[in-house]
């Protein structure tokens, strides 16, 4: 069954049952808040042919993708619960519902793991497939915002995770890879890779721990963001709104041991993308508790006075390479 066949009320009588009861029946979503806490909003579009095609992803963890990028750049902000979403689809009318189904599908399924419901939302017929996604979610009572212009010149660079591997899984999906490069990595690694391309985990248990790791008497202050354009993207992106340069470790790369082999890892480490871990930018005592309280993150370098966004290694003082700077639309 077609999307035309089925009409826009159908259409939206049907995706009202991932939603609680009524949520479709108004205009707008109706929230209460009585705790106190400071509401984050966020929106962001997905784009058939830019972010996500078939050949990659199934519908299914194409929702799921999708509700994890809005997530993450809740998490980016501090955030550590999700209210919910809202969702505007456009699709041609040719568009199977199986397809359509599959896909809110996802978005329940992450909801259900990370918090929040599904508030509404609107759809409308189009020439290709577009996902509009607002998310809310709320800052942690115990701590505080983070904003990229929060860093300043001295902070330690922690990364929450590794970074590569979903430009890994793409290449493997694409098979982009020459056989004698895909010999090299273990099943264990391509379904790792697989996995965090098209199912990638918001780092909201980040901030969680990164509240928990506060020096007591230090006030909150933490620049960063997330790294869905690339490592170096991001790195570079708080550089620039704090009015830092940074230095990078390249020893510390948070690049998987088999990745690195491959001629394309340490690129793809710094600018493959997609990986949605945060990178967060905070004074060196709360950064020594915070990569204790935080299994898998670690520390990649160190904002400094220097032109702002400029990143060089630490090692040898040399920039990073051209072509570090990540995804950028409409280049």
Do not use: K
């Not at 990229?148 to 430009?167: A, E, F, N």
């Not at 702002?308 to 040898?316: S, T, V």
């Amino acid at each position: 069954m077609l999307l035309s066949d089925l009409g826009e009320w159908e259409l939206l009588r049907r995706l009202a049952a991932f939603a609680p009861p009524g949520q479709f029946a108004d205009d707008a979503a109706l929230l209460s808040e009585t705790s106190g806490q400071q509401l984050v909003v966020n929106t962001d579009v997905l784009v058939e042919g830019v972010h996500f095609s078939d050949a990659t992803i199934p519908a299914r963890a194409l929702g799921w993708r999708a509700a994890a990028a809005n997530l993450s750049d809740l998490a980016a902000m501090g955030c550590t619960s999700v209210a919910g979403i809202t969702v505007a689809l456009v699709a041609p009318g040719h568009t199977p519902w199986p397809w359509v189904e599959g896909v809110y599908q996802g978005f329940q399924e992450a909801l259900q793991q990370y918090g929040g419901v599904l508030l509404g939302g609107d759809c409308s017929s189009g020439s290709q497939r577009l996902l509009s996604i607002t998310a809310l979610g709320h800052l942690g009572p115990a701590g505080g915002p983070i904003r990229r212009s929060d860093g300043r010149p001295g902070d330690w660079l922690v990364c929450s995770g590794p970074h590569g591997l979903s430009r890994l899984g793409l290449a493997l999906l694409l098979e982009e890879l020459q056989p004698s490069q895909r010999s090299q990595l273990s099943a264990e690694l391509e379904q790792r890779a697989i996995t965090a391309h098209q199912r990638p985990q918001p780092r909201l248990d980040a901030i969680a721990a990164l509240s928990r790791s506060q020096p007591a008497g230090l006030p909150w202050r933490v620049g960063g963001t997330d790294s869905s354009d690339g490592l170096a993207a991001a790195v570079a992106a708080i550089g620039v709104a704090s009015g830092c340069g940074a230095v990078l470790e390249r020893a510390a790369l948070p690049l998987d041991l088999e990745l690195a082999e491959l001629e394309q890892g340490e690129h793809w480490c710094l600018s493959g993308g997609e990986d949605f871990e945060l990178i967060l930018a905070v004074e060196p005592a709360w950064a020594e508790a915070l990569l204790q309280a935080l299994p898998g993150s670690s520390r990649i370098g160190t904002l400094v006075d220097a032109d702002p966004g400029a990143l060089r290694w630490q090692e040898n003082d040399q920039p990073l390479p051209t072509g570090s700077t990540g995804f950028c639309h409409f280049h």
